[in-house]
C-alpha cells in the first residue's frame, strides 16, 4: 500500500498538492489541527499568513502520478510506493 506524508514544520499552505491531485489524497486544514507543530524558521518568517496545512486524507489512494511532488512548494512530501521505493518532493 502507498503511503503519503507531509512534514507540517515544512508545509507553507501554499495549496498545490490539494490542487494537482487527481484522487484527493490531499485536503487544507486549519493550522491549529497540529499544535505540537514547531515551523521550520523559513516558513515561520514568510508564510505565517496561510492560515492551513496539508493534512494527508486519503493517502492509500495515491496512484503515484508524481504531480505533487513537482509542485509542492514546501518540498515536504514523502511518499513511499508498493515496493518500498522513497520519493521526497522537488520543487522546480
Ligand atoms: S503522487 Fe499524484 S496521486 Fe499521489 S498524492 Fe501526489 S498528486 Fe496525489
Ligand atoms: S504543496 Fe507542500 S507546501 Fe504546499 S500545501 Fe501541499 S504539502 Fe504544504
New binding site residues.
Partial sequence: MVSVE?AHE?????????DVCPVTV?E?QPRENWPNVVDDPNVAAKFQFRA???AVIHGPDCIMCEA?LF???????TIVDDEGTVHK?TYK
Wanted: hydrophobic letters at 15%.
Fill in positions: 507531509v515544512k508545509c507553507t499552505g501554499c495549496t498545490h498538492c490539494r490531499f487544507m492551513e496545512k496539508s505533487c509542485e509542492c512548494e514546501g518540498e515536504c512530501i518532493s
